[in-house]
């Protein structure tokens, strides 16, 4: 038989006759950039957590691989013991993370590779995120459990396809019970202009991968968390998906698969006779409120306006003064000497940079199809197709490489639209829609978000929490 109890979001704890594994610990609020809380919201008593053989790390999102929870982790020595094993992808940033953190027996895994811990056969499972077409460049992975009676997957965020599937199959016949991809998140969609609507392509994905696996059970998985108090009308254009949603249109798409919520707390007990979910029995870990009717999707919802939060009169004329001298004597400089400077003329893009303070704004222009060298331009020119607007704060943070375009895009203080054509004599033309890269936002072409950002990220992460408790 196989238990497994939901702690939060991605965090599960499950454990055979012999053998105990905790997967992707997120076990503080804030997450991710201190945007996100745990939703619902818990209450986790870490003295009653048993001791793990297994920590199983399944790919870097803040949402799975958490510095804080990690380094509390690797200095509680009852949880993780000093033989504990670490799965964790061949991910250099993830690793040096871990290896900072001063973490032992870290063993990197290989898609469909077994494990053998105790009594269970642990296979991680592969994901199509590193794909030409992914948005994501790192390793992630799901997980196989079997105790040779019964076996589980979780499927985490990886992204799969037959092929995969038939593997699985392949290995193990008929899963038992299985964590599935439910709610496609809009995240990012609010700051980049972009649509509200549910992806139905992706969304249609979570439901044939049930139907392609015919496991015996399913629940949602991996996605309890919400945006914090302050940023909560993100919650209603963020997640277009509930879990009794999901079920609902599962339970029409495949009826022959039975399933049910999961949430913080449930314990699911699997075994060749039986499945039953007991809710709220763990003795570790319960729903403190369901707090998730916040999240209800109405993306119509009313839009606070950007601002600076920089409280204190004397450091925001500080972070003013730096903004200010960016922008005079800089910033044209960098746009001129730009590899898309070539892009932005040939679509005669007018560019507007929108700063916010506490409670004004003040707007910076660049017309890059006058037949001269662009200049800029402070105030409106008329028409803007290309647009930034961010807080003083945010973009201070920027300029000095304190923050992350992580962060920047999801906390509401960013947003840019584009409205990219180009008039010739009789003609309109459009941008190709594999060229992107011509509406390239300036601000993300000076300030890269790369490897060097994602490194800076998590070290700083690291910096703050290795030792604190």
């Not at 992707?24 to 986790?44: H, M, R």
């Not at 696996?213 to 254009?237: H, I, M, T, W, Y």
């Not at 017309?367 to 945010?394: A, M, V, W």
């Not at 960013?414 to 300036?442: H, M, Q, V, W």
Request: charged share 25%; hydrophobic share 35%; net charge negative.
């Amino acid at each position: 038989m196989i238990k497994t109890t939901l702690i939060g979001h991605a965090c599960l704890l499950v454990q055979s006759k012999e053998t105990t594994i905790l997967t992707d610990p997120v076990w503080f609020d804030y997450l991710w950039e201190e945007i996100n809380v745990l939703c619902p919201s818990i209450v986790l008593e870490k003295d009653k957590i048993p001791p793990v053989d297994v920590l199983n790390l399944s790919h870097r999102h803040q949402d799975h691989f958490d510095v804080r929870t990690l380094s509390y982790l690797v200095q509680d020595k009852r949880i993780l013991k000093p033989d504990s094993i670490v799965l964790a992808p061949k991910d250099d940033l993830l690793l040096d993370v871990l290896n900072e953190l001063e973490f032992k027996n870290i063993k990197i895994v290989s898609d469909f590779e077994p494990i053998h811990v105790k009594d269970v056969v642990i296979t991680p499972t592969a994901s199509l995120n590193q794909s030409s077409t992914a948005e994501d460049d790192f390793p992630e992975h799901g997980l196989l459990v079997s105790d040779g009676e019964v076996t589980i997957w979780n499927q985490v965020d990886s992204q799969v396809n037959p092929d995969i599937i038939q593997r699985i199959r392949e290995l193990h016949g008929q899963i038992d019970f299985f964590h599935s991809r439910f709610v496609p998140l809009l995240e990012g969609n609010f700051a980049y202009n972009k649509p509200f609507t549910l992806p139905i392509d992706e969304y249609c994905t979570f439901l044939n991968v049930v139907k392609a696996l015919g496991p015996k059970f399913v629940v949602p998985g991996s996605a309890a968390f919400r945006c914090r108090d302050e940023l909560n009308f993100l919650n209603q254009c963020t997640f277009p998906i509930t879990q009794d949603q999901f079920i609902r249109d599962l339970s029409a798409f495949c009826p022959e698969v039975p399933s049910a919520p999961f949430f913080s707390g449930d314990v699911a007990h699997i075994s060749t006779g039986e499945i039953r979910i007991d809710k709220q029995s763990s003795d570790f870990v319960r729903v403190d409120e369901d707090d998730s009717h916040r999240i209800i999707f109405k993306p119509n919802a009313e839009v606070p306006s950007i601002k600076t939060q920089t409280c204190d009169l004397e450091k925001y004329k500080k972070e003013m003064k730096v903004v200010n001298d960016f922008i005079e004597n800089n910033f044209l400089d960098l746009i001129l000497n730009s590899e898309l400077l070539s892009g932005w003329q040939h679509w005669q893009i007018v560019y507007q940079l929108e700063i916010f303070g506490q409670e004004e704004s003040q707007a910076w222009t660049i017309d890059f199809g006058q037949t001269d060298k662009p200049k800029l331009h402070k105030g409106d020119l008329g028409k803007i197709n290309l647009y930034e607007g961010i807080s003083s704060s945010e973009m201070c943070a920027l300029v000095e490489g304190t923050t992350s375009w992580d962060y920047v895009t999801l906390c509401g203080n960013y947003r840019t639209f584009n409205n990219i054509y180009r008039i010739t004599d009789g003609g309109f033309e459009l941008p190709p829609e594999d060229k992107s890269n011509y509406a390239l936002e300036p601000l993300m072409d000076i300030f890269p978000w790369d490897k060097d950002m994602d490194r800076r990220k998590f070290m700083r992460d690291v910096q703050r929490w290795k030792g604190k408790f």
